[in-house]
């Protein structure tokens, strides 16, 4: 999968996780921004990761901005950023969540 | 639930009802230099329609943000003001955002993903989303070894190039193994940014030890340094340049290994020259600041604006002898679009 533009998905508000994605090409290179990052840092990365690589992304910058997010919504907010990035969002990929 | 709405400041009582709400807040400065250049402002009102909160989008700039936090989450309503803002700019293509603000609110920028460039005692200067500073300074042109080279910098607007640029990238050139030129990309000359960038590259082709890039948003210039929340307009000059001349020595200087910065002797304007002072006080000692004389040619000072002058008066003959021939060349073709760039109204005797 081919990243065309930068995407972004989400919001700045509590409980939720902002992703943009744009151009890589050293892997899934991630820059995590959150106040819980000591705890649940690992556990976010991972869930990004696991996401953009079921959607068929292997290089990639992405910068988040967590503000205490659920893994249900990183994994949401991830895979419409990346449908935007790679300008597929005709085409939902429902079954990466 | 508060709400985001859309402010047409060009509506009588919207815009008094919004200068009304900053005034509460301590922001009382809406003069046209800062109320021009604004895109589209946003509102943020309560459930009685109540305004809590307002934010501005100017180009990539976020400016005039302010919230109530009175009967709210504190963070609440500044967290949705910003990421509507944001939004707008996602809409617009725009997904490299920057803000000025007060030193004391840089910290809850920081929160919402932004990182500060740098700040003084009176403001800061952050940036959020993509390409940030690292990959324009990954993508700059550089040479082998260059950690361990001789390497300078040069910054100028060039509003066009001339003899007297020429010369002090040549000085400049002459004692060091690479000289960075770096062209201001703001677009309030009366060249603009690309024809600027254009006619220096070609001023300078024959120096095969100066590479010339555009400045970008990272060369912080007075002329778009938004002062309405400065405690006076006259702090201005000094806070852009201390701001201006951090970022350059913290985030620029050390990842090109540039150790030292050539500036031309400034005579004439009184911006240019508080802007040397403060450049040389900020950057020395870690960064070598050269201040080379102004080049005369027939006892007469070069300076770009008299070219702009001359280009209004349309005197071609006067104008020869001070700029290299590309740049002679670049006016003469195109001297009568010039002549209405200034006949419609763009200031000739700034910088």
């Keep these: ?97 | 639930m508060d709400r985001v709405v859309d402010l047409y400041l060009n509506e009588p009582a919207t815009r008094k009802r919004w200068e009304a709400f900053l005034s509460q807040l301590d922001i009382h400065n809406f003069s046209d230099r800062e109320i021009d250049v604004i895109d589209h402002t946003l509102g943020l009102l309560d459930e009685d329609g109540k305004l809590v909160g307002t934010g501005s989008i100017a180009g990539n700039v976020l400016k005039y943000i302010a919230v109530c936090n009175k009967d709210a989450v504190v963070g609440a309503r500044f967290n949705k003001i910003v990421t509507a803002l944001q939004q707008y700019l996602f809409n617009e293509r725009i997904f490299h955002s920057f803000v000025f603000t007060k030193l004391k609110y840089s910290s809850s920028f920081q929160h919402l993903g932004f990182t500060e460039l740098a700040h003084s005692d009176q403001a800061a200067f952050l940036e959020s989303g993509t390409p940030n500073v690292e990959d324009y300074l990954d993508e700059l042109p550089k040479i082998a070894d260059q950690a361990n080279k001789k390497v300078t910098a040069v910054v100028m607007n060039a509003n066009p190039f001339t003899l007297g640029h020429l010369h002090l990238v040549e000085e400049a050139s002459k004692s060091n193994d690479l000289v960075y030129v770096f062209v201001v990309a703001t677009d309030l000359s009366l060249f603009n940014s690309q024809e600027r960038l254009k006619l220096v590259q070609a001023g300078l082709k024959q120096l095969k030890n100066v590479v010339v890039v555009s400045g970008e948003d990272y060369m912080v210039s007075s002329a778009t340094f938004p002062a309405y929340f400065l405690q006076s307009p006259e702090d201005l000059i000094q806070t852009q340049t201390t701001i201006d001349a951090r970022v350059f020595k913290n985030i620029i200087a050390p990842k090109l290994n540039i150790s030292s910065r050539f500036l031309g002797e400034e005579p004439k304007s009184h911006t240019t020259s508080i802007y040397n002072l403060v450049l040389k006080k900020e950057l020395e000692p870690s960064i070598a600041v050269k201040i080379i004389p102004r080049l005369e040619l027939g006892g007469e000072l070069i300076t770009a604006t008299q070219i702009r002058r001359e280009i209004k008066a349309g005197n071609l003959d006067q104008i020869k002898s001070f700029v290299p021939e590309t740049t002679f060349e670049f006016i003469e073709s195109n001297l009568a679009e010039l002549q209405q760039r200034i006949k419609e109204g763009m200031n000739i005797n700034g910088n």
């Design chain 1, 1 to 97: 999968m081919e990243i065309k533009t930068t995407g972004v998905a989400g919001t700045l508000e509590s409980s939720d996780i902002q992703i943009m994605i744009s151009k890589g090409s050293n892997g899934i290179e991630l820059d995590l921004d959150s106040e819980v990052k000591k705890a649940y840092g690992d556990q976010i990365t991972k869930v990004i990761t696991e996401t953009l690589q079921k959607f068929g992304l292997e290089n990639a910058k992405v910068k988040a901005t967590d503000k205490g997010a659920l893994d249900c919504v990183i994994e949401a907010r991830t895979l419409a950023a990346a449908q935007r990035a790679t300008e597929t969002t005709d085409e939902p990929k429902l079954e990466v969540l």
